[in-house]
C-alpha cells in the first residue's frame, strides 16, 4: 500500500519540492541581504528617538529591491500553500478513486478500507505536515529582523509565520479528503476545499484570535495639541482620537472615554466647537476635558502562545475531519 500510494503521488511530490527548493533559495538571498542592512543601520546599538528615524530607513531598505517583492512572494505562499496542498492533494487523494473506480481493485486484495485510508492518510498528511513546516520555516527566518522590529502580530503577518501555516495545510489536506469521499467528484471537492480553507483564514483573525487571550488595555490621554486628532462633524459632534503606538501589538480598537471612564459621546459645546468658532478655542475645550483613549491590545510577547493556541484548535478541527472521513468512506464507499 505505502508503495502504490507513493506512485501515485510522486509527480506532486517532485513538483513541491521544486516549488519548495526555489522559494527557500530566494529567501535565503532576501534574508541574509535583510540581515546585512539591519547591521549597516545602526539599530542594534541605537538608544533613544534616533531609533525612529534608524527604523524607517531600515523599513525602507527592506522594501526596496528584489527583497520587497520576494517578502510579499513568500507571504502569498504561505497563504496559499494550504488552499493548494486541500484542493490538489487531499481532494483528489480518495476522490479520484471512487469516481473513477479504481478504488474496488485494491480492496479485492484483501485490503481493508480502513488501511486503504489510513496509509494513504499517513504518507500524505506527513509530507504536507513537511512542505508546509518548510515554507513556513523559511519565511520566519527570512523575516526575522523585520518583524523584530516592525512586529509580527498584525494579522497579515501573523498567519504567514510560526506553526499556523501548518495547522492550517493540515486542516486544508484533511478537508479536501472529506470532501472527495462525500462527493466522489474531484473538481466540484476541489472547489469546496478552497472555499472551506479561504473560510477558515479569514474567519480566524476576523472573530477568534483577538479573544484566545484575553486582550490587555491601556488608557492613553488624548491632548489636542500633543498628537491627537480632532475632527468637527456635520451634525455637530466631535471626534478625537489618537494613533495608539504600542511596539510590537496588535491593535484592536480603542475607546475615547471621560475622566471617570464612560464613553465619550462626543457631543459638542457650539459655544466653542463649531464652524464659527476658531480651532484653538474647540482645541482648548477638548483639552479641558481631559479625554483618555482605551486601547485594546494583544501584545508581541503573545505570539508564540496565540500560535499555539490557534494551531491546536485547527489540527483538532482537522482530526475531526479525518475522523469523518473513515465514517464516510465506511457508510458510502460500498
Keep these: ?46 538608544t533613544g528617538a534616533t531609533c525612529s528615524d534608524l527604523t524607517d530607513a531600515f523599513l525602507a531598505q527592506a522594501r526596496a529591491g528584489f527583497t520587497g517583492p520576494v517578502r510579499v512572494l513568500a507571504v502569498g505562499v504561505a497563504y496559499l500553500a494550504p488552499a493548494l496542498i486541500g484542493a490538489f492533494w487531499g481532494a483528489p487523494l480518495v476522490g479520484r478513486e471512487l469516481e473513477t473506480g479504481t478504488f474496488r481493485l485494491v480492496w479485492t486484495q484483501s485490503v481493508s478500507r480502513a488501511r486503504w485510508l489510513s496509509v494513504k492518510l499517513a504518507l500524505l498528511g506527513a509530507a504536507t505536515a513537511l512542505a508546509a513546516g518548510v515554507v513556513a520555516l523559511v519565511v520566519t527566518w527570512s523575516s526575522a529582523r523585520v518583524d523584530g522590529v516592525s512586529g509580527r502580530m498584525e494579522p497579515l503577518m501573523f498567519g504567514s509565520r510560526g506553526v499556523v501555516p501548518v495547522a492550517d495545510a493540515l486542516l486544508a489536506f484533511a478537508v479536501g479528503v472529506l470532501a472527495g469521499i462525500l462527493l466522489r467528484r474531484t473538481v466540484p471537492a476541489m472547489a469546496v476545499t478552497l472555499a472551506a480553507v479561504a ?23 488624548l491632548d489636542p495639541t500633543k498628537g491627537a486628532g480632532i475632527g468637527l462633524q456635520s451634525d455637530g ?43 484653538e478655542k474647540c482645541l482648548d475645550w477638548v483639552a479641558g476635558k481631559n479625554l483618555h483613549s482605551v486601547v485594546t491590545y494583544q501584545p508581541g510577547s503573545r505570539f508564540w502562545t496565540l500560535q499555539w493556541i490557534e494551531a491546536g484548535i485547527v489540527v483538532a478541527l482537522a482530526a475531526v475531519a479525518v475522523a469523518l472521513c473513515f465514517w464516510a468512506l465506511r457508510r458510502r464507499a460500498a
Design 199 to 221: 473560510a477558515v483564514q479569514m474567519a480566524m483573525p476576523t472573530w477568534i484570535r483577538a479573544h484566545l487571550v484575553t486582550p490587555l488595555s491601556r488608557s492613553v490621554p
Design 237 to 279: 459632534h466631535i471626534r478625537v482620537w489618537i494613533e495608539p503606538h504600542i511596539p510590537g501589538a496588535w491593535i484592536l480598537g480603542s475607546t475615547t472615554t471621560l475622566p471617570s471612564g464612560k464613553a465619550f459621546d462626543g457631543i459638542a459645546d457650539p459655544t466653542y466647537c463649531s464652524r464659527s468658532q476658531s480651532p
Design 1 to 46: 500500500m505505502t508503495w502504490l500510494t507513493w506512485r501515485q503521488f510522486r509527480t506532486q511530490a517532485w513538483i513541491t519540492l521544486g516549488i519548495l527548493v526555489a522559494l527557500a533559495v530566494a529567501l535565503a538571498f532576501a534574508g541574509a541581504h535583510i540581515a546585512s542592512l539591519y547591521r549597516a543601520s545602526g539599530l542594534a546599538t541605537c
